[in-house]
T-cell receptor, first 109, second 115 residues
Framework: GQNIDQPTEMTATEGAIVQINCTYQ??????LFWYQQHAGEAPTFLSY??LDGLEEKGRFSSFLSRSKGYSYLLLKELQMKDSASYLC??????????WGAGTKLIIKP | GAVVSQHPSWVICKSGTSVKIECRSL??????MFWYRQFPKQSLMLMAT?????????EQGVEKDKFLINHASLTLSTLTVTSAHPEDSSFYIC???????????FGAGTRLSVL
């Protein structure tokens, strides 16, 4: 079956760095997405990786290793507003998005 | 760019009534739109994929006669929850693809409460 694994919850301190891991097993691969979802709101797009390596976008970076079925989202200089759930999703060979359950990130002062 | 508008954001209705939710791509044409459902503290569950001018493709277990989807134009898709029951209460979210790397952009979501 298809599976996306990511930690349920993580806690970090304001100003620090946090890495949220995602491992996947899917039927084919057409890209990996990270979305941010604040409580009670819809997800917003953060990043898209289809080739191995690191994609940097401001304070957020996303890494992909297709051979390992592994990705991480790196958040630097954490701010209180970064408290949210972070969803990892993989597009399979049928261009279907397979969603992880999300990682709830709690930022403490 | 890539703004998706969803309306209404919140709706309360009586059991047995129908509710229509609209999803519009404001600054791009979306040949494909997606409808999701999300329960508290759970991930997104794809309900159906909506293609302009054709019938929607429903995921297994989703009743197509209960959740009517219409994608009449390249910028508008609607989801109608027919004969709503309390168990239909949920957060419904639409998304649309721009065709750019298959990225989906989401509407703000509709919180449905059925009394």
């Amino acid at each position: 079956g298809q599976n996306i694994d990511q930690p349920t919850e993580m806690t970090a301190t304001e100003g620090a760095i946090v890495q949220i891991n995602c491992t996947y097993q899917t039927s084919g691969f057409n890209g990996l997405f990270w979305y941010q979802q604040h409580a009670g709101e819809a997800p917003t797009f953060l990043s898209y990786n289809v080739l191995d390596g690191l994609e940097e976008k401001g304070r957020f970076s996303s890494f992909l290793s297709r051979s390992k079925g592994y990705s991480y989202l790196l958040l630097k200089e954490l701010q209180m507003k970064d408290s949210a759930s972070y969803l990892c999703a993989v597009m399979d060979s049928n261009y279907q998005l397979i969603w992880g359950a999300g990682t709830k990130l709690i930022i403490k002062p | 760019g890539a703004v998706v508008s969803q309306h209404p954001s919140w709706v309360i209705c009586k059991s047995g009534t129908s509710v229509k939710i609209e999803c519009r791509s404001l600054d791009f044409q979306a040949t494909t739109m997606f409808w999701y459902r999300q329960f508290p503290k759970q991930s997104l569950m794809l309900m159906a994929t909506s293609n302009e001018g054709s019938k929607a493709t429903y995921e297994q277990g989703v009743e197509k006669d209960k959740f009517l989807i219409n994608h009449a134009s390249l910028t508008l898709s609607t989801l109608t929850v027919t004969s709503a029951h309390p168990e239909d209460s949920s957060f419904y979210i639409c998304s649309a693809g721009t065709g750019d790397g298959n990225i989906q952009y989401f509407g703000a979501g509709t919180r449905l409460s059925v009394l």
